[in-house]
Structure formats: C-alpha cells, structure tokens
C-alpha cells in the first residue's frame, strides 16, 4: 500500500508539473502576441491608481490602447475598474481622465467602475456590450495577464483579441516578470477550479509599483 501510495503521489506531482509548465508556456506565448484588428471596442484592464494618478502600469496599459484608438482599431474605449478600500476615486474613473487628455473624445469612452477582480470587470463589460449591441472587442493589458483575460472573455461570450502593451513596468526585470508569471499561474488555477478569482488577484489589487 505504501509503494502504491508513493507511485501516486509521483505521478499526481509529475501531472502537476507538467500541466504548471504548459500553463507557464501558454501564459508566455499569448502574452508575446498582438492580435490587434478592427473591433468594436478597445477595453482596457484596470490597474492601480493613486489618487486619481493612473500608477505606471496602468499608464503604460492607457499608452497602450490609446495608440490602438488613435490608428482607427475601434469607435468605442472602454475603461475599468473599481477602488481599492479607501480610495477617493475609481481605477475607470482615472483612466477615462488619462484617456481625455491623450486626445481620446469624452463621447468614445464608455465606463465599468464597479469591478474589484478581472473577471467583475468582464462581466460588467459583457453587461456593457450585450446591452449596446457591441459584439468585438481588442483587450489591453499587460503581457502575463493577456491569456487569462482573454480566456474570462471567452468563457462570458465576449469575442475578443489581445493587444499586450509592451511598456509595462512589469516587464523591466526577470523578479517582477517571474513575480507577475506566479500570480497569474495561481489565477488561472482558482478559475478553473473554481469559476472565481479571489480579490486579491484582481483589478483593484493588480499590481501598481510606486508611481
């Protein structure tokens, strides 16, 4: 029974490994695409903010989907995100301002201000879309974040591309890549498990760095 016993629990961590490093690869390999093309929408993901600050990860996703606006890839800009727990303002409500300033018309964007996780904020945005008739969308957000998105927006219906923004401060150094790669393996895994994504890995909380 005990030799049994070990031969599962090998091949149960060997089962783990295997579906860890695939998962690892998928996130990489989407993450590494842009899959930018005429859309309805451009939806871009929220991030911290402070005090009405865009912080600079979300900067560089508001850089990021700005840029698709300006070439002509949808009519419509849609921002998102909720406030963390004593915040004066929403993450939706500092992009749309960030987004006015780069040229982006007030009558183009429309807001999700509510959603504290990824998948509150697709849900509303599915919300959002089914009740305006708006049937594709380009998401923007940062690189490790892209397949999980993606697969939360397929998963509520929405048809949806990604569009990863380069610039991330996320990106700078192999730690906060690695750190951000771990994070997004432990999301997935509680969605698939689970169908839900605990606050802490969402919006709200998505991770800011010092501005």
């Known amino acids: 029974m005990l030799r049994d016993l070990g031969r599962m629990v090998a091949l149960g961590t060997a089962a783990a490994v295997v579906v860890g490093a695939y998962a690892t690869f998928r996130i990489w390999q989407q993450g590494e695409q842009d899959e930018r093309r005429a859309a309805d929408a451009i939806v871009v993901l929220g991030a911290a903010q402070y005090d009405g600050r865009p912080s600079p990860v979300l900067r560089a996703r508001l850089d990021h989907a700005v840029s698709l606006y300006h070439d002509g890839i949808a009519p419509l800009f849609v921002v998102t995100g909720g406030k963390a727990e004593g915040d004066r303002t929403t993450e939706a409500a ?5 987004a ?3 040229g982006v018309p007030e009558e183009a964007i429309l807001v999700e201000d509510q959603g504290r996780t990824t998948i509150e904020s697709l849900r509303a945005v599915g919300q959002l879309f089914r009740a305006r008739g708006i049937a594709t969308a380009v998401f923007v957000s940062d690189r490790t974040h892209m397949l999980r998105v993606l697969r939360i927006g397929d998963d509520l ?3 949806g591309f990604g569009s990863p923004t380069t610039t991330s401060p996320i990106d700078r150094t192999l730690t906060s890549r690695i750190d951000a790669m771990v994070h997004e393996l432990g999301a997935l895994a509680v ?10 890995a969402g919006s709200a909380a998505e991770p800011g760095l010092a501005p």
């Open 157 to 159: 219906g929405i048809s």
């Open 191 to 200: 969605y698939f498990v689970t169908g839900d994504i605990p606050p802490e």
């Open 94 to 98: 500092a992009a749309r301002r960030y």
């Open 100 to 102: 006015i300033e780069a």
